[in-house]
Antibody, heavy 121, light 108 residues
């Protein structure tokens, strides 16, 4: 049973960098799945941030692309999110999620519990 | 990007009643790649339906999805107490994937 767990700082200063990691357990990270980051804020609801596969190929939401980097560390069975130049509007619950379909066009069948990140000085 | 509009915003029903939730897309959803999720307070979304009508593993058959193109529906045939939650639709047929704003199903 694959499980996902987000970790990282809960408070980030404006103009700083948000950095989160998603640990994958209970399954092979080197499978053909795509691994995603999604955030949820009261103002914008659920928003897809981007995705990565085990080979390191990425796709990003154009609205965030200039500030987002997603990377993978297969040796540690984890993938990471970096969001730079954060503002208050980046305050949200951040989720990592697995895409069910290896094609890259799939629903998200497994989610982490989410981690709240607040952008504030 | 494809904008998803869910209606109604809130649905007030009693246990045992039928719930019908709507999700309308601003353009046709490619391959009917439309999913429905349930979210309870303090929890992550839970996948209910993918491909517009395929139930995810372990999802009770009182949940059903239908529709194609731009109009999709989630039906809960008989509401159980644990079904009162917020429901989101998501399209994953074109990038970026997008979510609807949600429908809250509350106890009447």
């Amino acid at each position: 049973q694959v499980q996902l767990q987000e970790s990282g700082p809960r408070l980030v200063k404006p103009s700083g960098t948000l950095s989160l990691t998603c640990a994958v357990s209970g399954g092979s990270f080197s499978s053909s799945n795509w691994w995603n980051w999604v955030r949820q804020s009261p103002g914008k609801g659920l928003e897809w941030i981007g995705e990565i596969n085990h080979s390191g190929s990425t796709n990003y939401n154009p609205s965030l692309k200039s500030r987002v980097t997603i990377s993978v560390d297969k040796s540690k069975n984890q993938f990471s999110l970096i969001l730079s130049s954060v503002i208050a509007a980046d305050t949200a619950v951040y989720y990592c999620a697995r895409e069910a379909d290896s094609s890259g066009w799939g629903a998200f069948d497994i989610w982490g519990q989410g981690t709240m990140v607040i952008v504030s000085s | 990007e494809t904008v998803l509009t869910q209606s109604p915003g809130t649905l007030s029903l009693s246990p045992g009643e039928r719930a019908t939730l709507s999700c309308r897309a601003s353009q046709s959803v490619i391959s009917n790649n439309l999913a429905w999720y349930q979210q309870k307070p303090g929890q992550a979304p839970r996948l209910l339906i993918s491909g517009a009508s395929s139930r995810a593993t372990g999802i009770p058959d009182r949940f059903s999805g239908s529709g194609s193109g731009t109009d999709f529906t989630l039906t809960i045939s008989r509401l159980e107490p644990e079904d009162f939650a917020v429901y989101y639709c998501q399209q994953y047929g074109s990038s970026p994937g997008t979510f609807g704003q949600g429908t809250q199903v509350e106890i009447k």
